[in-house]
């Protein structure tokens, strides 16, 4: 009590409207909102048990039982609602005060494999690139994509504002690091385009 925590809401809350909870106040405010949502009501519908349980009850145990069962749907689907769980107990000792410890946090992830390596071969791109001839936009995407070495997200978000045509470069405004910003420099014939 005199720590500040709510133990008492601990020991009636379920672990379901703990996670409806983080879902409406935490998750809502991230851009992957739609996808947490989903692998959150699949974690609910594939552990009843656990999800029926008081947030107070919740031992790592019960987490690594949580984790060996999601790991048969794949160790990297595992590996992401143990994230998801982790923050959500991390949220109800900082945020809502309901807990004092983080069960999640004693559980190993699993290890994963690198992605593999494909790259684009020369002979793919130019047919690519002959396809796309047919419609403009795509085909100025693919060139400004592959000379530049953007990702996807960067292109879309580009404007004529962006377009430096004194020094051939191309400001990047909007990238995965907020709040930055770079400059690519870009082939002159891509630029006239």
Do not use: C
């Given at each position: 009590?005199?720590?500040?925590y709510?133990?008492?809401?601990a020991?009636?809350?379920?672990v379901?409207?703990a996670?409806?909870?983080?879902?409406?106040e935490?998750?809502?405010?991230?851009?992957s909102?739609?996808?947490?949502?989903?692998?959150?009501?699949?974690?609910?519908?594939?552990?009843k048990?656990?999800?029926?349980?008081?947030?107070?009850?919740v031992?790592?145990?019960?987490?690594?039982?949580v984790?060996n069962?999601?790991?048969?749907?794949?160790?990297?689907?595992?590996?992401?609602e143990?994230?998801?769980?982790?923050?959500?107990f991390?949220?109800?000792?900082?945020?809502?005060?309901?807990v004092?410890?983080?069960p999640?946090?004693?559980?190993k992830?699993?290890?994963?494999?690198?992605?593999?390596?494909?790259?684009?071969?020369?002979?793919?791109?130019?047919?690519?690139l002959?396809?796309?001839?047919?419609?403009?936009?795509?085909?100025?995407?693919l060139?400004?994509?592959?000379?530049?070495?953007?990702r996807?997200?960067e292109?879309?978000a580009?404007?004529?504002?962006?377009?430096?045509?004194?020094?051939?470069?191309?400001?990047?405004?909007k990238?995965?690091?907020?709040?930055?910003?770079?400059?690519?420099?870009?082939?002159?014939?891509?630029?006239?385009?």
């Amino acid at each position: 009590i005199s720590r500040g925590y709510l133990s008492g809401v601990a020991s009636k809350i379920k672990v379901k409207e703990a996670i409806k909870k983080y879902l409406k106040e935490i998750s809502v405010m991230k851009s992957s909102h739609k996808n947490e949502t989903g692998i959150w009501l699949r974690l609910i519908k594939n552990n009843k048990a656990f999800s029926e349980m008081r947030l107070a009850e919740v031992r790592p145990t019960h987490i690594l039982n949580v984790r060996n069962k999601s790991s048969r749907r794949g160790r990297t689907v595992a590996n992401y609602e143990l994230k998801l769980l982790n923050h959500m107990f991390n949220t109800a000792i900082d945020v809502w005060r309901y807990v004092e410890v983080n069960p999640v946090a004693h559980i190993k992830k699993f290890k994963t494999s690198k992605g593999r390596y494909a790259p684009l071969y020369f002979a793919e791109y130019r047919q690519i690139l002959n396809e796309a001839k047919k419609n403009w936009s795509t085909y100025l995407y693919l060139l400004i994509l592959r000379n530049g070495g953007f990702r996807p997200k960067e292109v879309h978000a580009l404007t004529h504002n962006d377009l430096d045509l004194i020094k051939n470069l191309i400001i990047v405004r909007k990238q995965k690091a907020q709040n930055t910003y770079r400059l690519v420099p870009i082939k002159p014939y891509i630029m006239n385009l």
